[in-house]
C-alpha cells in the first residue's frame, strides 16, 4: 500500500535501529512538541524546558561518542533532524548548533580538560551552548572577522562582537571565533564572563521559536586555557558547519514532508465545486511535482548520510545537499500553502510557517550563493568568490 509521504519506499532503505530512532524521535515530539508549536511561534518562546529531555533521548551531540554523547551514526543523527524539522525548523536548530557546532567544536578541536568540562553537561542538556562565528560586517566572508583575541602575559584578551547566534541568550558557553596574531582561533567563552553581554535579536519573521543574538565581548579576560587548542585558522569554523549543514539537508526534508502531510489531508477534505479539492487535476499535479521533489530530497539526504558514515563525503556533496534539499522544501512548502487557500495563512496550518523558517535556513549555513560557488569550484578547479 502507498504512503503518500514516502512514495518510493525510502524507509525500506534504512536499518532496523535507523528505523527505531526516527520512530522514538517522533513519538517524542508528537506528545511533547507539536501541540505546542504553533503557540511557540505565535509568542517567539524556545521551549527551554525541552532541552534536558532532548539530551535524556541522546539527541544532545547525537552523533559524537565518549563524554556522555549517544553515538550513533550520522543516519540516525539525519533522521532525528528530519524529524525535529518535521516540528519547527526552531527545534531542529537548537540540535544543531547544540550538537554540530558548540560540542562537535569542543569534540573535535578543544583539549581533554575542556571536553570533561563541557561536553557531558552539553549532551544531558544541562548546560546550552552557542557557536560565535558571523559578525555584523563579515557572514558569507567570515574570514574577514574584526573580533580579536590579543595575548596579556598567560591571558587572553577578546573585543568585538558576533551577530545572528543561535542560542546565543540562552548558552552557558560560547564558542567564539577571533583573529589572533597566530590566525584565526576558536575560544570558549562562559556565561558572566566579565566583559560578555548578549542581547536576544526580537521582531524576526522566521524561525521565532528559536532564539537568535548578538554577543557583544569588551575586554573579556580568559586563562590560556579557553583557546579550543587543535583549531587552526577558518579550517577550524568551516570543519563544524559541515557537520551542521549535514543536519540541515535532512532537517529541510522534514519541513517539507510535513508541508506535504497538511495539503494533502486539507485537499482531501475542502470541498469546493461539489468535489475535494484534491479531485481536480491541477491539485493532483502539485501534489505530484511535491511528491516527487520530496523523495528526491530523501534519496540524495540518505545517499549523502551513508557516505557520511563511510567517512567518505567531501564537503561539495554536503555543498549539493543543502542547496537542493533547503531550496525544494522552500519551494513545496509555498505550493503546499497554495493548496490550503486561506487558511493557508493561518497559524493552524504548518506550511507557511515551514516557509518562513526555511528562509533562515536557506540564508543560514552557508547560503544559496555560496554553496554554489563551492559546487562551481569543484566543477571548474576555479574559485570565483571574489
Ligand atoms: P551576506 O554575507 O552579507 O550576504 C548577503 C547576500 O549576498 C546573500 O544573498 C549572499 O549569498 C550574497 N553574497 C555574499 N557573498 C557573495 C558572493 N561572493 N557571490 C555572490 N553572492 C554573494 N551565524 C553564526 O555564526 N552562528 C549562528 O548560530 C548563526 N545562527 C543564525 C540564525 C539565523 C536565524 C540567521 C538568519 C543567521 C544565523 N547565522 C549564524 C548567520 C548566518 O550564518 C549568516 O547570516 C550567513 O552566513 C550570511 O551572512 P550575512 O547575513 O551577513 O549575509
Known amino acids: ?25 517522533r513519538d517524542f515530539l508528537d506528545d511533547r512538541a507539536r501541540p505546542h508549536v ?11 524546558d525541552l532541552v534536558p529531555e532532548l539530551g535524556k533521548l541522546g539527541l544532545l551531540g547525537m552523533h559524537l561518542y565518549g563524554y556522555g554523547c549517544a553515538g550513533t551514526n550520522a543516519v540516525s543523527y539525519g533522521l532525528a533532524c528530519l524529524e ?29 580538560e575542556q571536553r570533561t568540562e563541557w561536553l557531558p553537561r552539553l549532551a544531558a542538556g544541562e548546560a546550552v551552548g552557542c557557536f560565535g562565528l558571523t559578525e555584523p560586517d563579515f557572514g558569507s566572508d567570515p574570514a574577514g572577522m574584526r573580533t580579536r583575541a590579543v595575548r596579556d602575559g598567560g591571558d ?35 556565561r558572566g564572563t566579565p566583559g560578555f553581554t548578549t542581547t536576544d535579536i526580537t521582531q524576526k519573521l522566521s524561525l521565532r521559536a528559536s532564539v537568535t543574538s548578538s554577543l557583544h565581548l569588551q575586554d573579556v579576560r580568559l586563562p590560556a586555557s579557553a583557546m579550543l587548542p587543535e583549531a ?11 557537520e551542521a549543514r549535514f543536519g540541515i539537508l535532512f532537517g529541510a526534508v522534514g519541513a517539507a514532508r510535513d508541508s506535504l502531510r497538511a495539503a494533502l489531508g486539507y485537499a482531501d477534505s475542502r470541498i469546493q465545486f461539489d468535489r475535494p479539492i484534491s479531485a481536480f487535476q491541477l491539485t493532483q499535479k502539485k501534489l505530484a511535482d511535491m511528491a516527487v521533489a520530496l523523495n528526491s530530497a530523501m534519496l540524495l539526504a540518505l545517499h549523502l548520510g551513508r557516505l557520511k558514515d563511510r567517512h567518505e563525503l567531501r564537503a561539495e556533496q ?12 522552500i519551494a513545496i512548502a ?53
Open 1 to 25: 500500500m502507498t504512503d503518500p509521504l514516502d512514495l518510493l519506499d525510502t524507509a525500506s532503505l534504512l536499518s532496523e535501529e535507523e528505523r527505531d530512532i526516527q520512530r522514538t524521535v
Open 38 to 48: 504553533a503557540g511557540w511561534y505565535d509568542s517567539a518562546t524556545f521551549p527551554r
Open 84 to 112: 525535529l524539522e518535521g516540528v519547527d525548523s526552531g527545534l531542529r536548530s537548537f540540535v544543531s548548533v547544540q550538537g554540530s557546532l558548540s560540542m562537535f567544536s569542543i569534540w573535535r578541536w578543544g583539549s581533554e
Open 156 to 190: 587572553w584578551v577578546l573585543n568585538g562582537s558576533k551577530t545572528w547566534i543561535t542560542n546565543g541568550g540562552l548558552a552557558d558557553v560560547a564558542t567564539v571565533w577571533a583573529r589572533t596574531d597566530d590566525g584565526i582561533r576558536g575560544f570558549l567563552v562562559p
Open 232 to 242: 587552526r585558522g577558518l579550517r577550524g569554523p568551516l570543519a563544524c558547519l559541515n
Open 318 to 329: 554536503v555543498s549539493v545537499g543543502k542547496l537542493n534539499n533547503v531550496r525544494e522544501a
Open 334 to 386: 509555498r505550493e503546499c500553502r497554495t493548496i490550503l487557500g486561506g487558511s493557508g495563512i493561518s497559524g493552524e496550518y504548518s506550511p507557511l510557517r515551514h516557509a518562513s523558517n526555511l528562509e533562515s535556513v536557506r540564508t543560514y549555513e552557508g547560503t544559496d550563493e555560496v554553496h554554489t560557488l563551492v559546487i562551481g569550484q569543484a566543477l571548474t578547479g576555479r574559485a570565483a568568490y571574489r
